[in-house]
Every structure is written in structure tokens, then in C-alpha cells.
């Protein structure tokens, strides 16, 4: 059954490899990315019901033993994130059928997707830092790629400032590596966690600076305040299928890692949390805000990115709380938002990537009267945006109520209300869009602005586009209906991830003992 822990990094790397292969026969891309995103979400599903089931998975690569060879793991979190990866991904070949020229195809765009598909996988699966370290390069070089792909002036400059500050992520990542194999010898992570406790005692403010490297590093990629400004910069640049690749999958990445490092490897103290949720305050307000002076639907969306990162590092920050019933909650509803967000946020870049085939722009002043011509996309976007504001009996609003409750329990009175601040503030950004978009008069038909009607698209085309966005909305429904069975799973994440003994003893498994004999000799504990 540890198989399964490889194939969804394999399936994805094969099916670039054919993609290139195939680089000449555009149809045959195509058909070759549904299949590859099919076989994803089959390999992910399977590896989640064996981690549910049967427990966390661990697969030693080469059978050498951990912390000295490779090691790919499967908990809960890692589990979840890839089914969700494979969804999006799913989703957006589908969506690409339609959304991507054939210019676009031709330069590499379906294998680039895979590519990106595998570095978001390994990343989720990786047991050691040097390996998540060589993911998020795999990440960083196929998402730059597709970001400028087709060279036009805005996405040239977005994914400029995208890869330079993303380089100065790596190499804030690099420097905390460099550091930690330096005083524990190890970077696999359930080893990490077991000596750095100990290490800690005699170095405390060296741990306390390697914290605060990885919040650094993979708080740039996560979008969080003040690293922040390359994600509007840059993700409202590319097709939209491009967008809402990267708007579902890249920072949830960068959160998946802070709260991987900060359950497992580091060890808990109360400042780094305490900084973590004075973060996550500051994030959600100043991404809300954002998104108030922005008159470009993807560029309002981009900046709720940014405010919605703020609610999943809440959950993280309050483990400052001394009471272990708050802790657990707040990191169920932190992977119960996560899994929430990467659905609803997919979709919202979706339904305006078919706004704008519909009437060519995505510019607010441009736009209206799709409530009257387009009903279908009016609800279809009621569902997710509403969700995205916390409005029940959507899939956001339990999120939301999951994670407020948890900051009352901890008494952290401040967070909730910026919480519900910034909830407010983004019902009322989504109200701007509704109205401006959807529901005031359409403008005159002004002859060159390209503005078409719904007739422009063919029935193919519209099937195309509409079938993720409505895939996509009835599960943000279904969840919403039946929110225990998501909260279930996440709770259970929770569990395990605020008890690593069962992580530790997975990888290490009967060598425990013989590791810490060893580290006795080189002088790693005190």
C-alpha cells in the first residue's frame, strides 16, 4: 500500500514526460493532460482512504533506512492536500480546454501544468526538509514559466517581481536548512523534531532565529503581511486558468509548511506563535483592504487571497493557548479552511476567466447586466463569493465559525475581531463585484472593445468552462450541507499533528533508540 505514496508525484512527472514527448500534436497534449489529471485524483483518493483507514504511510526510498535516506510520508494533512491538489488540478485541465490558445499549448503550457503538479505533490509528501526544499524549486521554476508564458508586457513584469522575491524565499529557506543540519546533523523532519528540543536548551536564540527564517521564507510564499506584494502584482496577469491554478494551490503551500514546521519540527513556544497570530490579524485586514481600491475583478480576488491566508495562519498562532481544547480546534478549522479555500478560491478565478470570454475584460466599469443575460454564472458565483464572505449555510461560514470560536476559547479577542472585520469587509467586496458586473445595466455595445454576448461561445466552449466552475460550486454546497464529515477529517488532522509521536515513530520506527545513542556520541543533546 506504500506504493501509493509515489504515484502522485510519478503520475504527473510521467505524464509531462509524454507531454513532451508529444510536443507537435497539440490534441494529443490535451488528451493527455485530462488523463494525467484523472489518474492524479484516482492515485489521491486511493491514498487518502489508506491514510484514513489504516494510518499514517510511510515509504523509505531505496530501502535505506530513515533519517539517512529519502522519506515520502502520508499523514492526514499530507493526504488531504494532495486530494485537493489533484481536484484543482482536474479542474483546470478541464477549464484549460477552453480558456488556453493554442500559442500558449505550443510553448509548453500542458506539461508545465504537470510539472507544477509535481513539485505541489512532493512538497505535501516530502519527510525532510532538503527534499521540500528541491519541491519548491520544481514549484518556483514551472510556475514562473507559466506565469510570463506567452510573453505579453504585464505578465513579463508580474513574473518578474514573482520570481525575485520567491528566490529571496528560497534562499531565506536555504539559510534556515543550512543552519539546522549544522547543529543536528538531520534534516529529515520526525528526526528534527525529536532533537531539537534538546538542542533548543543550549542554543535557544539559534532556534529562535531559524524560526523566524521559515517565517520569512515560507511566509513570502504563503502571501502573508508584509511579504505580500508580489501575489496582486503578478497573479492577475495570466490566463485565467493559469490564476486560478496558482490562486488554489501555490500559497496553500507556503501555509501547509509553516504548519508542518511549526507542529513537527520546531520546537512550540509562545513568542513565535504569538508573532504568527499578530501576522495573521495584520494579514487579514490589510489584504481586505486591498481589495476595496481595486476595480479589476482579478485583481479584488488576489487580494482576498492575501486576507484569507490571515485566517488559516490564525489557526497556527493560536496554539499560543494554554488550553488544549482551543489548540485543537483551532488547527482543525485551520485545515478545515485550507481545504474550504483552495475550492472556493479555484472557482472565483475560474467563473471570471468565463466573464471575461463572455465579454472580454475583467475590468468592473466595463462589465454588467450578466444577472440578466447570464443567470447561470450569476449563481455560479454567488455560491463560491458568498462562501468566501462566511455567509451560511456555505462551506466558508463553518470555517469561519470553527475558527472564531477557537479564538474566543482562547481568549484572543483581538484576532476575532479582525476575523470578523475582515469577514465583513469581504461580503462587501463581493457585493461590489455582484453589482458591478452582474446586476447594474449592461453598457452600450461600443464597436472594437470586445465586448460579446453569450452567443460568442460555442456550446462546447461554454460546457467546458462551466463544467469545473459548477463542479467546484456543488461541492462548496455539499460541504456547506454536511460541514461534520469535512470538520471530521480535519479534527482528526489535528490530532495527529499536535501529537507527533505517531509521525516520529512511523518514519523512525524501532531505530529510534539507536538514532539518539548516536546523536549521544556526537554530541547533539546536551
Known amino acids: 500500500m506504500n506504493n501509493l505514496l509515489v504515484l502522485p508525484i510519478v503520475i504527473p512527472l510521467l505524464t509531462a514526460g509524454l507531454s513532451f514527448i508529444s510536443w507537435k500534436s497539440l490534441r494529443l497534449q490535451r488528451i493527455l493532460a485530462l488523463l494525467g489529471a484523472g489518474a492524479l485524483m484516482v492515485a489521491a483518493t486511493g491514498l487518502f482512504i489508506s491514510v484514513y483507514t489504516d494510518g499514517i504511510q510511510v515509504l523509505q526510498v531505496g530501502n535505506w533506512p530513515a533519517p539517512f535516506g529519502i522519506t515520502l510520508i502520508a499523514d492526514l494533512l499530507s493526504s488531504i492536500m494532495v486530494v485537493l491538489t489533484a481536484l484543482v488540478g482536474l479542474a483546470v485541465a478541464v477549464y484549460s480546454l477552453a480558456d488556453i490558445d493554442e500559442q500558449r499549448i505550443s510553448f509548453g ?19 525532510d526538509l532538503f527534499n521540500l526544499y528541491v519541491w519548491f524549486e520544481v514549484m518556483l521554476m514551472a510556475s514562473f514559466v507559466l506565469l510570463v508564458l506567452g510573453g505579453e508586457s504585464p505578465q513579463v513584469e508580474g513574473g518578474i517581481k514573482y520570481v525575485t522575491l520567491n528566490l529571496l524565499s528560497s534562499v531565506s529557506f536555504l539559510v534556515a536548512v543550512g543552519i539546522l543540519y549544522a547543529v543536528a546533523h538531520t534534516l529529515n523532519m520526525a528526526d528534527l523534531s525529536l532533537k531539537l528540543p534538546r538542542i533548543s536548551q543550549t542554543h535557544p536564540t539559534l532556534i529562535l532565529s531559524v524560526a523566524g527564517l521559515f517565517i520569512i521564507g515560507f511566509g513570502i510564499k504563503a502571501g502573508i503581511f508584509p511579504l505580500y506584494f508580489w501575489l496582486p502584482a503578478s497573479y492577475h496577469t495570466p490566463p485565467a486558468a493559469t490564476s486560478a491554478l496558482f490562486a488554489g494551490l501555490l500559497t496553500k503551500v507556503g501555509v501547509y509548511a509553516l504548519i508542518r514546521i511549526f507542529t513537527l519540527v520546531l520546537p512550540r513556544t509562545t513568542f513565535s506563535y504569538n508573532l504568527l497570530l499578530t501576522l495573521a490579524g495584520l494579514t487579514m485586514i490589510i489584504g481586505v483592504l486591498g481589495a476595496f ?30 488550553d488544549p481544547a482551543a489548540r485543537l480546534l483551532a488547527i482543525a478549522a485551520a485545515v478545515f479552511y485550507i481545504s474550504h479555500h483552495i475550492i472556493v478560491k479555484t472557482n472565483l478565478f475560474l467563473i471570471s476567466g468565463t466573464v471575461k470570454a463572455l465579454r472580454g475584460t475583467y475590468e468592473l466599469k466595463s462589465l454588467g447586466g450578466l444577472a440578466a443575460s447570464s443567470p447561470w454564472i450569476a449563481i455560479l458565483f454567488l455560491i463560491p463569493a458568498l462562501s468566501l464572505a462566511g455567509m451560511p449555510p456555505l462551506s466558508g461560514f463553518w470555517a469561519k465559525l470553527a475558527m472564531i470560536k477557537a479564538g474566543l476559547q482562547a481568549q484572543q479577542y483581538l484576532v476575532v475581531v479582525a476575523a470578523l472585520a475582515a469577514g465583513l469587509l469581504t461580503l462587501m467586496s463581493m457585493i461590489k463585484i455582484w453589482d458591478k458586473a452582474f446586476w447594474k445595466p449592461a453598457p452600450e455595445v461600443v464597436p472594437g472593445e470586445g465586448w460579446h ?31 461534520q464529515l469535512l470538520f471530521t477529517v480535519a479534527e482528526r488532522s489535528a490530532t495527529q499533528l499536535l501529537d507527533s509521536s505517531a509521525y516520529t515513530q512511523a518514519v523512525l520506527g524501532a531505530g529510534k533508540e539507536a538514532l539518539q545513542a548516536i546523536d549521544l556520541v556526537q554530541g547533539v543533546t546536551p
Open 109 to 127: 503550457y500542458f506539461p508545465l501544468l504537470q510539472v507544477l503538479l509535481t513539485g505541489v505533490s512532493g512538497a505535501f509528501l516530502t519527510g
Open 293 to 322: 481600491a481595486q476595480v479589476e475583478i482579478r485583481r479584488i480576488l488576489s487580494f482576498h487571497i492575501i486576507s484569507q491566508i490571515g485566517y488559516m495562519i490564525m489557526g497556527l498562532g493560536l496554539l499560543a493557548s494554554k
Open 453 to 483: 454576448s453569450t452567443g460568442a461561445l460555442t456550446p462546447r466552449r461554454l460546457l467546458l468552462l462551466l463544467g469545473p466552475i459548477t463542479a467546484l460550486a456543488a461541492l462548496t454546497v455539499a460541504i456547506g450541507l454536511q460541514p
